[in-house]
C-alpha cells in the first residue's frame, strides 16, 4: 500500500499516464471516492497514456460502459447507478473484466464477488479544491500489498 498526494491536476496527470503506460492486456485498475473525487479526471489520464486519442474521456454513468481505442483497448466502467447486477449484466461485464484491454471501474464495490481479486485499487480523498490523496492497494488475488 502507498500514499501519495496530488497536490496538482499535474501531479495527477502524472499519475494517470504512468498507470496507462505501463498497463498489461487484462489489467484492472478499480478508483473509489465521493462524488468529485478526480476518478473520471485520473481515468482521463489513464487514457492518455495508453495513447487513447479521444480526448473526450466522459464518465459513462448512463451507458455503464465507454470503450476507447490506444495501445490496448480501455473499458471504462462507471457502476455507481447500479444497484444489483442481472445475469445479463454479469455476462456482458465478463467479457471486459476477463478481456485483452484495461478495465478502469468506478465504483467497484457494485460489482461485490464478481470483482476479480487481481486488481489495483486507488481510493481518491478530497484534501482541498486542487488537491488529492490516492491511497494505491495492490491485490494479486491473495493479500493486498
Avoid at 451507458?63 to 442481472?86: A, F, K, T, V
Avoid at 484534501?127 to 491473495?142: K, M
Wanted: charged share 25%; glycine share 12%.
Amino acid at each position: 500500500m502507498s500514499t501519495i498526494i496530488l497536490a496538482s491536476l499535474e501531479d495527477t496527470k502524472a499519475l494517470g499516464r504512468r498507470l496507462g503506460a505501463e498497463a498489461r492486456p487484462g489489467g484492472i485498475i478499480t478508483l473509489s471516492g465521493d462524488l468529485g473525487a478526480g476518478k473520471t479526471t485520473l481515468t482521463r489520464f489513464i487514457a492518455q497514456g495508453l495513447g487513447v486519442q479521444d480526448n473526450y474521456i466522459t464518465s459513462p454513468t448512463f451507458s455503464i460502459i465507454h470503450e476507447y481505442q490506444g495501445r490496448l483497448p480501455l473499458y471504462h466502467m462507471d457502476l455507481y447507478r447500479l444497484q444489483e447486477l442481472s445475469e445479463d449484466d454479469e455476462l456482458g461485464l465478463e467479457d471486459y473484466l476477463y478481456g485483452e484491454g484495461l478495465c478502469v471501474i468506478e465504483w467497484p464495490d457494485r460489482l461485490g464477488e464478481m470483482l476479480p481479486r487481481r486488481h489495483l485499487h486507488i481510493e481518491l480523498t478530497i484534501i482541498s479544491e486542487n488537491s488529492r490523496q490516492a491511497v494505491i492497494r495492490e491485490f494479486d488475488g491473495g493479500e493486498h500489498h
